[in-house]
């Protein structure tokens, strides 16, 4: 593992390990943070799977009422009447957080009809058609916020696991390193200082000893 480049003085060590303590802290937080979007991404994707199965399921129940408006009474008809009545629909997304993610939280809204049709000459399946097609609607959006969310967790829990990979493998060794490489370099460098004075002292009373 390749150290940092730094000089190996006393000043660099101790800057180094307090470094590496709030390195070792930050690293602890995001691992907590990833094991929470992991637990959160899990149980959303297991309500995605549950909305997405009930989609799946009563797209061709609501398909089947308009098929059956057309054919007990006309396409034309049907067209008309689904003209007369049609509705404005407002979407509102609002955000919230969620582990630090903001994710949306769609409302949805109609508003007033433009008509009316003819219960004569249209079929009751029509009614059924209408109505069940406002109801599954909010599952689709349901199942589009979900789907939105779990983007956003993926991509948070990818961004994050980055974080924790740099600091477990890249930056905590790097910095561990480092301290040993100044904390070496320093024992070297106090051990010769030691050696040198020791030096010195035996040449003075050396020195003494000839003069005395």
Do not use: C
């Not at 209408?130 to 909010?138: G, Y």
């Amino acid at each position: 593992m390749a150290k940092l480049a730094v000089n190996p003085t006393r000043m660099e060590l101790l800057r180094l390990r307090k470094r590496l303590v709030v390195a070792r802290r930050g690293h602890k937080l995001l691992k907590d943070k990833l094991d929470g979007l992991m637990k959160e991404f899990m149980e959303l994707a297991k309500a995605y799977r549950v909305h997405r199965m009930a989609v799946d399921d009563e797209l061709p129940g609501v398909l089947k009422f308009f098929v059956l408006a057309e054919i007990t009474s006309s396409r034309q008809i049907t067209e008309n009447a689904l003209e007369s009545t049609k509705q404005e629909l407002f979407l509102t997304v609002r955000r919230r957080r969620l582990m630090g993610v903001l994710i949306p939280k769609i409302e949805a809204s109609f508003g007033e009809a433009a008509g009316t049709y003819s219960f004569i000459h249209t079929s009751p399946e029509l009614d059924k058609a209408i109505t069940s097609l406002k109801e599954f609607m909010q599952e689709l959006l349901k199942m589009a916020e979900l789907e939105e969310t779990i983007r956003l967790m993926s991509s948070e829990i990818e961004k994050t696991r980055r974080r924790v990979n740099a600091l477990e493998y890249t930056m905590i060794p790097r910095m561990e390193e480092t301290i040993k490489y100044i904390t070496t370099k320093l024992d070297e460098m106090e051990r010769s200082n030691t050696s040198r004075l020791m030096k010195i002292k035996a040449m003075r009373i050396a020195q003494e000893l000839q003069n005395a």
